[in-house]
């Protein structure tokens, strides 16, 4: 099998055999595969024009090269291929309800509610609640574990409806990113008062992509500039066109504040179910579904919150759900209430996981913890794999080892901490998605480390140790972090808002590329009469016409509309007597600049400086 030497080294070539490597797989791995030295595929693939190092995570393309050349036929398996094999070498599947058709029970809708922000979203999140509380019940403390369930009569019957109680399209696309399709309708709120706005159509597009029906919900009814047959028309333009227009979108009225015609939502939610999706679910079998939200918690360890897609979950039962594993110890509601089993649709609050797992991580009841154990483990070991090769994410990989070489490329290095992990991913996500723009060269962001939990010691080290800056959503360092950030320096900023966090760490971003300077104009001061002042040179005495002179400021000298002499600076500044270090409009000064004899009468001197300009 010995190949003719390539580039003076022997690798094993292949007969068109059949390599399995996974996504974003190293030289070492192909090598593993082969029973080659590592080194030897990196001589390879140097002769083929391409410098990567051994344990780099190469791209497909440079896969199959490699295969080509050594006559070995690539498969490139997706995580989810991956993931799909694990489960079925255990005679597992996801994803599929068992059974045969008459097996598949009606079950309630899942609603993701978006929109732009400060149309109303939480408000209306929190009024739908509200409306569900029983009687005496009313304002009663509802505790958030990621979504609730409401109850509502329709047509006679009790319906109940899902909300998935993380507003915005962040968590819902960074879920649908990791292939958890958990939404089954999106509710559009869009303030009457405002209108379609950009995230509007963002989250349109987004509910678009998923292919989810949408209910508009045309918020703030109560306010007097309220225009909801505006948000109508505006919406048409973007193929969302409402059924008393001719189309088959529900425009549905509601103030969130003011409680109007929430319950009207809520029928149109099931309307839309009824008419576009046929929601069903096998109740009778192990239970599947997706992990919506996970933290951890000082007393109880490990909480997730489990969005039951089909089968049944009951406490007591083996679960896997991304690579966290254990026993279902207790199940709550979202009103703190213990449940004993939860059908298709319902969300639920789990204790008894050994770890925390990801938001958007499938889970599953397995027959027993052994199983359930080898699954986590063998996910957190290729997850470990996976980020080891994704987590450098290079803003452009051309001409990077000439960047590096000419010291062009800066990292902003961050690690990431957060109350759930929901936000911690819908983070990450959205910071990875920066546009950095044209410079895109000059900058890499990596996301070194990301956690659940308080900012700990470890993080601090580890920000040290990388030059990293820590970002806490909504967390704070525990014990002796903050001493430890303080004395070594370490920037840690929090943020409670995602929004804001990316805002400002495209601001660092856009700073950190090499800053460009724009002329700030300060002020113009006439000159009135010239002084010689032996062994100085000339002064001129001036009135300042706009602004302020100040010294050190750069200046021009503008004689009759033309400038004389440019990249001046205002070396001395005096009134009367006194040296001063602004003078302003209105007032009389004595300007020396410097070396530069040239002033006459009826001049102008301009002062500006330098600013940094914001980069757009
Ligand atoms: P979100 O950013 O979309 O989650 O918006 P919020 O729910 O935080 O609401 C933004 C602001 O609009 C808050 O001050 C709310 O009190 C207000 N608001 C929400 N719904 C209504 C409504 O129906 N009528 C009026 N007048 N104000 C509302």
Redesign the pocket.
């Known amino acids: 099998m010995s190949a003719p030497a390539i580039g003076g080294v022997q690798v094993p070539r292949g007969n068109g055999d059949v390599l399995r490597l996974p996504r974003g797989a190293s030289l070492s791995d192909f090598a593993e595969k082969i029973n080659a030295e590592p080194a030897s595929l990196v001589t390879v693939l140097f002769h083929l024009g391409e410098m990567v190092t051994a344990t780099q995570s190469v791209n497909e393309e440079t896969l199959q090269l490699l295969g080509v050349e050594l006559n070995y036929t690539i498969q490139v398996v997706s995580p989810e291929d991956e993931d799909r094999e694990l489960l079925e070498s255990f005679d597992l599947t996801f994803g599929e309800d068992e059974g045969e058709d008459e097996h598949l029970v009606a079950r309630p809708p899942v609603v993701t509610v978006m929109?732009?922000?400060?149309?109303?979203?939480?408000?209306?999140l929190d009024a739908i609640r509200k409306t569900n509380v029983m009687g005496d019940e009313a304002g009663g403390i509802t505790q958030h574990i990621g979504a609730y369930q409401v109850h509502v009569e329709h047509d006679g019957l009790d319906r109940a409806i899902t909300f998935i109680d993380t507003?915005g399209h962040e968590a819902f696309t960074a879920m649908r990113a990791r292939g958890a399709a958990t939404t089954d309708i999106v509710v559009l709120?869009v303030?009457a008062d405002d209108g379609v706005m950009p995230q509007t159509i963002e989250a349109l597009n987004h509910a678009h992509a998923a292919e989810v029906p949408i209910v508009v919900a045309v918020?703030?009814?109560?306010?007097e500039d309220a225009n909801p047959a505006k948000v109508r028309q505006q919406l048409t333009e973007y193929g969302l066109v409402a059924e008393e227009y001719g189309g088959d979108t529900l425009f549905v009225d509601?103030?969130?504040?003011?409680n109007i015609n929430i319950d009207g939502l809520l029928e149109g939610v099931l309307l839309t179910a009824d008419a576009a999706l046929d929601l069903r679910a096998n109740p009778d079998q192990d239970a599947q579904g997706i992990v919506i939200e996970a933290r951890l918690d000082r007393g109880r360890g490990p909480v997730a919150s489990l969005l039951v897609q089909r089968g049944t979950l009951n406490v007591g039962d083996s679960v896997v759900a991304g690579d966290a594993f254990g026993r279902v110890r207790a199940m709550l509601d979202e009103n703190g209430d213990p449940v004993d089993v939860a059908g298709p649709s319902r969300p639920v609050q789990v204790l008894g996981l050994t770890s925390v797992p990801g938001a958007g991580d499938s889970f599953l009841v397995v027959e027993e913890d052994r199983i359930a154990r080898q699954i986590a483990d063998r996910r957190s070991a290729r997850e470990r794999n996976a980020q080891l090769a994704s987590s450098r994410r290079r803003i452009s990989l051309d001409d990077l080892d000439k960047a590096l070489a000419a010291g062009e490329v800066q990292d902003l290095n961050l690690i990431i901490k957060g109350d759930v992990s929901g936000s911690v991913e819908a983070l990450e996500d959205a910071l990875l998605a920066i546009d950095i723009g044209e410079d895109k060269d000059e900058v890499s962001l990596r996301v070194i480390s990301r956690g659940v939990g308080a900012i700990t010691e470890n993080d601090i080290n580890l920000a040290i140790a990388s030059d990293a800056v820590v970002i806490g959503f909504n967390v704070r360092p525990e014990g002796k972090a903050r001493e430890a950030a303080d004395r070594e320096g370490v920037d840690i900023r929090y943020y409670t808002v995602i929004y804001q966090a990316i805002e400002e760490i495209e601001a660092a971003l856009k700073g950190m590329l090499k800053p460009e300077f724009e002329e700030v104009q300060l002020g113009t001061a006439e000159v009135r009469e010239v002084f010689r002042v032996p062994r100085i040179g000339n002064i001129a005495g001036s009135m300042v016409r706009t602004g302020l002179i100040r010294r050190n400021s750069k200046a021009r000298l503008v004689r009759d509309g033309t400038v004389v002499a440019d990249n001046l600076t205002v070396e001395s500044l005096k009134r009367f007597k006194d040296d001063a270090t602004e003078v302003r409009e209105g007032f009389e000064c004595g300007i020396g600049l410097g070396s530069y004899n040239d002033i006459k009468i009826d001049d102008v001197v301009e002062t500006y400086e330098l600013r940094e300009k914001p980069r757009a």
Do not use: E
């Not at 918020?219 to 306010?223: A, G, L, S």
């Not at 509601?254 to 003011?258: D, E, K, Q």
């Open positions: 929109g732009h922000v400060d149309h109303g979203k939480t408000r209306l507003p709120v303030a918020n703030k009814i109560d306010k509601v103030s969130a504040r003011s």
